[in-house]
């Protein structure tokens, strides 16, 4: 008898050993935890982000070293009508008065009123860094709450970077902290109804919250290789969630099965470890494969989250592996205690007169896919296909001031200052680098740069006092910002920009002898970083799929089985992309959602989409194939096979992917459309993927191709091995569907 595999072994140890294996878990999170809050966070630098032409804007602003304070305003307007310039004018003396005792402002300026006389402007500059602004621009909002109390004919308030950041993170806090505390309640909730009972319920979370504790640690001590960015822990707690939850679902309702056909503790344990244990390592390396793929986008932000991933994956699919099987030997039966009455009838493994397991629903739901396989895949593909149809129209921008949340009143103030003062809205950055002796010759380039942009109707007339012009101290550096009153995210911004590169800086800098020139900012940021994706897409998606090829060819020794799983993802994947594109993009669900549409999808969104969801699908793809192949190898015909394996996952893959789809689902409650359409997204993808997919076009393809499913070269095929388990019969209501 040849060795037992590994994933047998181990569970074996830790089920014989459970104290043990249960003590060196502990140890393991603990060190990984405490080691990484040691060792501290490296965050990636602006350099470390810079993409495309907007990116080296950056660098060279960045090369000016230039004094960069927080700058807040005190916007002074009717509250209805017109403006009276008189008791504007007293507002702004008592506001300068009131601001300078601040602590934490540095100077306050002379006010400046819109050219429609419909607003009184005062610039205020603050002291300190400008990076914690924001901790610290409250006694300024608190004073210019003074100042409105005694002008109450006027509408006084303050708006700026600092202000509006707390107010965001303010509400922005608030949505997480809801999330976080509906996740887990929602969680335990769906894994309580799919298992009936609180301790089996109770144990993938354990893992699942454990995983994310060590990946944590593992992720700070890794970011000293690859800089972190602020989404890594959110994205950890994502996915190691997600994949904690469905390795532990995998393992622990394969151990409840064996244990309903009257094997004992231990034998149920190993035949878990065997199969379902087998199926995590698979899938565990299938989602770390995806998510490397984020390390070819040559991108801090994808890398850190690529890195991430990969950890918390891997450190679930070791706790599956070791301290699982533990806790399930040491549990024994107390793991479905204590009951739920209700849902422990309707959840609990049946057996039939032979000890097979029955499955209830789902023999109904496959009839269609056994009885007229190729019907129904052309049929199910067809409305796939159809439903993908819309992300050919698919565009991509990043999210602009005007996609904020206007439910905080720093908000509404933005958008009355940029009503009145739209320089202060959007603008470009031209970054200009050249030796000190050209530091004139640059000035007055800029100054006519300036010029011919406002003369365009793409873009801001310039102020009455001219273009402002920072030149660094030693002369080389030159930054001219150039505003344009369209939102970031519009054509005529986009045509701005456009102008701006192809045309009037060239013309205006490029005989200036020596000089290097960039432009940048927010609209420049969005455009380079949608076409940043554009170019790194294939790349990633041609990666993930080689290496997923080769993984599943190794696993299941069947190039059909491979090409099948590549194509079925891909037709989950490009379902999801299009049903995203149909919601997003259009704003027939704006009420119904309580979004705003942008015409467009968030810029990172298809990138971070396609190997999230390819990876979670693999997940359900390995373990259903797994049984199915289970069934291949006791002597069943594939059709018998294809209904055994469906009948015997597709409840615990079911269950697995609502409590992704609720988690999900939540963030699709947050106030940002980012957040949005991450959550809606990955909800209605893992949920197409769990039904629709391996419900009904897998079984039918496998149906159709019959024995060919399994075909491999000669050097390829494997010694045939014994099934793990002998499958039941198949059920009466499935040989009628023959």
């Known amino acids: ?28 999170v603990a060190v990984c935890f405490v080691g990484g809050n040691a060792a501290g966070l490296k965050e990636a630098t602006g350099a470390d982000q810079a993409v495309g032409e907007s990116g080296r804007a950056g660098l060279i602003v960045d090369a000016g070293d230039f004094a960069d304070p927080a700058v807040e305003n005190v916007l002074i307007t009717a509250r209805g009508g017109t403006l009276d310039p008189v008791a504007a004018k007293a507002a702004a003396a008592d506001a300068a008065t009131e601001l300078r005792s601040v602590t934490g402002v540095a100077s306050v300026g002379e006010p400046v ?14 002291s300190g860094d400008a990076e914690t602004a924001s901790d610290r621009v409250q006694p300024l909002r608190d004073a210019t709450a003074r100042v409105q109390e005694g002008h109450p004919q006027l509408r006084v308030e303050q708006v700026g970077g600092p202000s509006i950041s707390k107010a965001l993170n303010d509400t922005l806090g608030e949505d997480f902290k809801r999330a976080e505390l509906l996740s887990l309640p929602v969680t335990l909730a769906i894994l309580i109804i799919a298992f009936g009972a609180l301790i089996a319920a109770g144990v993938p979370v354990l893992l699942a919250l454990s995983s994310v504790a060590a990946a944590m640690g593992l992720s700070t001590l890794a970011s000293h290789l690859v800089p972190a960015t602020d989404t890594t822990a959110s994205v950890i707690l994502l996915i190691g969630m997600a994949v904690g939850v469905d390795y532990s ?32 390592v698979v899938s565990g390396f299938a989602v770390m494969i995806s998510m490397g793929g984020l390390l070819l986008a040559n991108d801090a932000i994808f890398s850190s989250l690529a890195v991430g991933s990969m950890l918390v994956v891997a450190v679930a699919v070791i706790g599956s592996l070791t301290v699982l099987p533990a806790l399930l030997a040491k549990l024994g039966r107390w ?16 057996t039939g007169r032979h000890g097979e397991v029955k499955p209830r629903f789902w023999p109904a739901v496959l009839k269609p896919a056994l009885r007229a396989p190729v019907a129904t895949l052309v049929i199910s593909v067809g409305l796939l296909l159809a439903l993908a149809t819309p992300a050919l129209g698919m565009k991509m921008k990043f999210p602009g001031m005007e996609d904020l949340p206007r439910s905080t009143p720093a908000m509404q103030a933005y958008d009355r200052l940029t009503a009145a003062f739209p320089s202060n809205g959007t603008s470009h950055t031209v970054a200009v680098r050249a030796p000190a002796a050209e530091a004139d010759r640059v000035a007055a380039a800029l100054t006519a740069l300036a010029g011919a942009a406002s003369a365009d109707p793409l873009f801001a007339p310039t102020e009455a006092d001219g273009p402002k012009i920072e030149v660094s101290a030693d002369r080389r550096v030159s930054v001219l910002e150039v505003a344009t009153p369209h939102a970031s995210r519009t054509d005529e911004a986009a045509r701005s920009l456009e102008r701006l590169r192809d045309d009037l800086v060239p013309a205006a800098l490029g005989a200036v002898p020596g000089v290097e020139y960039a432009v940048g900012g927010d609209i420049a940021d969005s455009e380079d970083y949608s076409q940043h994706i554009r170019d790194k897409l294939p790349v990633v998606i041609g990666f993930v799929l080689v290496l997923t090829f080769v993984v599943m060819v190794l696993t299941f020794r069947s190039v059909v089985i491979a090409l099948s799983s590549i194509l079925l993802n891909l037709l989950s994947a490009g379902a999801a992309y299009g049903l995203l594109v149909l919601v997003f993009q259009g704003d027939w669900a704006e009420g119904l959602l309580g979004f705003t549409s942008m015409g467009a999808i968030v810029t990172w969104l298809p990138l971070f989409l396609f190997v999230v969801l390819f990876g979670l699908s693999m997940d359900y793809h390995v373990f259903v194939v797994s049984r199915i192949r289970e069934g291949v ?22 269950s697995a992917a609502i409590v992704m789809v609720g988690v999900f689902s939540i963030f699709a409650t947050l106030s940002t459309i980012d957040m949005k359409q991450l959550g809606i997204g990955l909800a209605a993808a893992i949920l197409l993927d769990a039904t629709i997919i391996r419900a009904v076009v897998l079984p039918a393809l496998m149906t159709m191709l019959g024995d060919a499913n399994w075909w491999a070269p000669k050097f390829l095929r494997g010694r045939p091995a014994k099934a793990p388990t002998d499958p039941p019969a198949p059920t009466p209501e499935l040989v009628g569907a023959r």
């Not at 060795?3 to 459970?18: D, F, I, Q, Y």
């Not at 009123?113 to 603050?126: E, H, K, N, Q």
């Not at 409840?256 to 503790?265: F, I, L, T, V």
């Not at 069943?636 to 294809?642: F, G, P």
């Open 1 to 28: 008898m040849g060795a037992r595999p590994v994933t047998v072994r181990l569970a074996r140890w830790s089920a014989e050993h459970p104290w043990r294996a249960i003590a060196l878990w502990v140890v393991f």
């Open 249 to 280: 679902l995998f393992y622990v309702r394969r151990e409840r099965e064996e244990r309903a056909k009257g094997r004992s503790g231990l034998d149920a344990v190993e035949i878990a470890a065997e199969t379902s244990g087998h199926a995590v």
């Open 335 to 350: 793991v479905d205690r204590p009951r739920v009455p209700l849902l422990w009838r309707l959840t609990a493994p049946r």
């Open 633 to 654: 190898r006791a002597g069943m015909s594939n059709r018998d096979a294809v209904a055994y394996g469906i009948t015997s996952s597709a409840g615990v893959v079911t």
């Open 113 to 126: 009123t819109a050219r429609d006389g419909s607003a009184l402007l005062v610039p205020i500059t603050m």
